[in-house]
């Protein structure tokens, strides 16, 4: 019953999108948390192409000046990175 | 002229021990222009040789990686210059670098397999060093247009970039 009434509580509405910006090779913020459900978007204000990759997961292709996006779907955390510059890193922490 | 052409090469392949070069002499606009964009180019035609000649895919997606890159680095390049009106110009480190990066084809279009590999991210990772060193130390400094001292220094960042991406793909083919 008290799990219950705080999950309630806890969640919300409707589903958030989180922004991250790539700038000159480096994701912005690096670290961020998010919720089963949840939109994370990628501006790349880049000319170069980059990508936000987890390994045996999710591969968003953000192009130049553009965006990317991906909705998590699975609770737990990943470290993400570009697969074109692989010392980019990212790390998401998706609560249920 | 030719003194000042022969302290941007010197600096460009003496980074470290040219510095009083550096004070004294220093490229114009033109010609900082002209040296990265060749220097890209010359790099992109490494990469298409390692995309023809590799079998191996950690080499075959840096190398495409570099070609990418490059090419829309030097697009901007291009639009730069167009909208400031800027000829890019000819000089004495341009044409060093270009008879350095045809001696390393040569040498390249002979080897195969695991040697070639080797060779090629072996030079990536000391042409990206000697770049990066001379954007860093002469290139940038000089550049006296804000606009296209902003693309050397995204420029700077991506190619650090793939200076340790070459490292790395060096530490797994050993």
């Given at each position: 019953m008290l799990t219950l009434a705080l999950a309630l509580i806890a969640s919300p509405a409707f589903a958030a999108t989180i922004e991250i910006t790539i700038d000159r090779?480096?994701?912005?913020?690096a670290n961020i948390q998010a919720k089963v459900g949840d939109t994370i978007e990628w501006t790349n204000k880049d000319v170069i192409a980059h990508t936000a990759t987890v390994k045996g997961g999710w591969d968003v292709m953000i192009p130049a000046k553009s965006k990317g996006k991906v909705t998590l779907k699975a609770a737990g955390t990943a470290d993400y990175f570009c697969r074109?510059?692989?010392?980019?890193k990212g790390h998401v922490e998706v609560a249920p | 002229m030719f003194m000042r052409s022969t302290a941007a090469l010197a600096a460009l392949f003496f980074v470290s021990t040219a510095p009083l070069a550096l004070a004294a002499e220093k490229p114009t606009d033109p010609q900082i222009a002209h040296i990265a964009y060749t220097a890209g180019t010359l790099d992109i035609e490494a990469a298409k040789l390692a995309i023809k000649k590799s079998k191996n895919k950690e080499v075959v997606d840096f190398a495409k990686d570099m070609e990418r890159d490059h090419e829309a680095v030097n697009k901007q390049a291009l639009d730069l210059v167009k909208k400031l009106k800027v000829t890019p110009e000819d000089n004495d480190t341009s044409k060093a670098l270009a008879k350095a990066a045809k001696e390393e084809d040569a040498k390249l279009a002979k080897l195969k397999g695991a040697a070639f590999d080797k060779a090629y991210i072996e030079n990536e990772v000391a042409y990206h060093k000697q770049v990066n060193g001379a954007l860093e130390t002469l290139l940038i400094p000089s550049a006296s247009n804000a606009e296209l001292k902003d693309l050397l220094e995204t420029g700077l960042k991506i190619f650090r970039g793939h200076q340790q991406h070459a490292e790395h793909v060096a530490g797994m083919l050993k």
């Open positions: 090779l480096v994701f912005s913020p074109f510059h692989p010392n980019m | -």
